[in-house]
Nanobody, 118 residues
Framework: QVQLVESGGGLVQPGGSLRLSCAAS????????MRWYRQAPGKERELVAT????????TYADSVKGRFTISRDNAKNTVYLRMNSLSPEDTAVYYC???????????WGQGTQVTVSS
């Protein structure tokens, strides 16, 4: 059974930091690119960051470049999103996504809420 379980969300003050984790099981994690998306109320889901299957390459949305860092540990089947210098505009539900590029098969986590507020 495929599972992606996000954790690490919560309430943080502007300028603060959080680290999200996504633990994967039920598929060959090292063969999947991993992505973090977010969706704010009333807005479309936005791709935030991507890391390739081996972890050698990362890409970021312009809105988070220089503040967020995606990484993965294939030995632990886990992907992370380190978020620094958070602002209220980063408030959203953050979702973990696994993508098998050769087949376009993908899986989603249930999401974790991040709220940036004073």
């Amino acid at each position: 059974q495929v599972q992606l379980v996000e954790s690490g969300g919560g309430l943080v003050q502007p300028g603060g930091s959080l680290r999200l984790s996504c633990a994967a099981s039920g598929f060959t994690f090292s063969r999947y690119a991993m992505r973090w998306y977010r969706q704010a109320p009333g807005k479309e889901r936005e791709l935030v960051a991507t890391v390739t299957s081996a972890g050698g390459s990362t890409t970021y949305a312009d809105s988070v470049k220089g503040r967020f860092t995606i990484s993965r540990d294939n030995a632990k089947n886990t992907v992370y999103l380190r978020m620094n210098s958070l602002s209220p505009e980063d408030t959203a539900v953050y979702y973990c996504n696994a993508l098998h590029r050769p087949t376009n098969r993908d899986y989603w986590g249930q999401g974790t809420q991040v709220t940036v507020s004073s």
